[in-house]
């Protein structure tokens, strides 16, 4: 499986090498204020665009994942208490309480 995955990641990487090698073209980038930079090659403004995508969908993540953590630490405290509640209690010799009988009806 290990043979495979690395198979697949260098077809990849060739067939992003060739896409890269065949977009080299100049082009002109057009900022806010008639402001342009000329010259650029094509491929490195698409790699550009990449990076700033993968930034903002990384900022997206950051919360949903702080809160995750957060919720895991919650739990593992709970889970610690509760066992150190039931190592406490068998310590001091308790057993399970005794089942309740229902009242008879009057």
Known sequence: MRYIVW???LIIF??????A???TNPVEVGFYGDHVVSGVPLIVVMLVAFVI???FALLAVVPATLRRRRELKKAQREVQRLQD????????GHSDPEPAVPLAPL
Not at 14 to 19: G, I, Q
Not at 85 to 92: F, I
């Open 14 to 19: 060739v067939v992003v090498l060739l896409f």
């Open 85 to 92: 509640s039931l190592a406490t209690r068998e310590v001091q």
């Open 7 to 9: 198979a697949l990641r």
């Open 21 to 23: 090698l065949k977009n």
């Open 53 to 55: 995508g993968i930034a």
